[in-house]
């Protein structure tokens, strides 16, 4: 091998071993060490609280389709040992689901809509006027958020207890009106913002309004738009993924809520409602429908297994329209709390 040949290797070799070095130094291997670990650590705790999330839901759903004379036995802990509809079954003729889920799906649909539209107002009002005290106004909606509902309960019941604009309602039949027992009471809180949750509402909103640019709007009034429809067709389709986000949350809430659905209306009709007596009161709820189920089916409401299981069906057939829901709006969603609230000043 010539001179020249060796010199080459060599100068391979150095490169190689430098090359070498500078790859597997301490400092890369300890920022390699420590990025592996973040991300390990990373997964061991999503996995972690996914299995806490759906750790119940798997329950309910195998409590649900197990067979009833299958409960509890040691080879059905994870997987069914037999399968049956028969707890679907009594969970649907005990909530008389669809009624129920109708009247509950119409009337979370109008709430979300007039909290919604409220909300929408409110907080464009409080992200683009400025005017002395509006500050502190802001404060008392960010304030509403944080207040328990019941501490309010007795002034809300009292106002719809006896309900009247400046005394004309009165000075018109002769005593004010009584909306408690009505679903207009529910639908007047929702439309004046004071409805499930309607603080935060108005909140996201606001911070979603502040990250629009002021020169769209001021370009639709010099093209000749007026504020309805800058409103509508500029403003509300730039946060488009916020306002879906309120709208998500204020159906789930209402859809979901017992305390003023309890307090200010009277219907029977409420899927919620029906779930909170029928879970308190299981024994003679199975009892009510034992004459309704076919024949083939042995029904043994003593037996507190298949209250539980009762009950988990009673508790899926609930939750299965959100869940539904969400699989559609999921995409959209996850966008609107991304950007909500995320604004500057």
């Known amino acids: 091998m010539t001179t020249k040949a060796l010199k080459v290797d060599n100068t391979a070799s150095r490169f190689n071993k430098e090359d070498f070095k500078k790859r597997y130094n301490k400092h890369v291997i300890r920022k390699r060490s420590m990025a592996f670990l973040s991300t390990l650590f990373r997964y061991v705790l999503l996995i972690t609280l996914g299995f806490v999330i759906l750790k119940p839901v798997y329950d309910i759903v195998k409590q649900t389709i197990t067979a009833q004379n299958a409960l509890g036995m040691g080879n059905s802990v994870w997987i069914p040992n037999a399968v049956s509809r028969q707890s679907i079954l009594e969970a649907w003729l005990i909530l008389d689901y669809p009624s129920s889920l109708l009247y509950s799906l119409i009337n979370a649909a109008v709430l979300a809509f007039l909290q919604t539209m409220c909300a929408a107002f409110a907080a464009y009002s409080f992200a683009r006027l400025k005017f002395k005290g509006s500050g ?5 909606v960010v304030f509403t958020i944080i207040v328990p509902p019941q501490s309010m309960m007795l002034a809300q019941y009292i106002s719809l207890r006896n309900f009247d604009i400046f005394g004309i309602i009165e000075a018109i039949t002769g005593s004010p009106a009584n909306l408690i027992g009505s679903m207009w009471a529910n639908y007047l809180l929702a439309a004046t913002g004071v409805g499930v949750k309607g603080g935060l509402y108005v909140y996201l909103l606001r911070q979603s309004y502040r990250q629009l640019p ?86 043994s409401w003593d037996s507190p297994m298949i209250q539980n299981a ?7 057939l609930v939750i299965l329209p959100l869940i539904i829901m969400y ?19």
């Open 310 to 316: 009762v009950a988990s069906a009673c508790a899926l």
């Open 327 to 345: 699989v559609f709006v999921q995409k959209r969603f996850v966008q609107g709390v991304e950007r909500s609230g995320l604004g500057g000043e």
């Open 136 to 140: 502190l106004l802001f404060g008392f």
């Open 214 to 299: 002021v020169s769209i709007e001021e370009a639709a009034y010099v093209d000749g738009a007026g504020f309805l429809k800058t409103f509508f067709k500029i403003v509300l389709p730039g946060v488009s993924s916020t306002l879906l986000t309120v709208a998500v949350l204020s159906f789930v809430w209402n859809y979901s809520d017992t305390y003023y659905a309890s307090l200010l209306s009277s219907t029977t009709r409420n899927l919620c409602l029906n779930l909170q007596f029928v879970q308190g009161n299981m024994r003679w709820a199975i009892m009510d429908i034992e004459d309704k189920m076919p024949l083939d089916y042995m029904i």
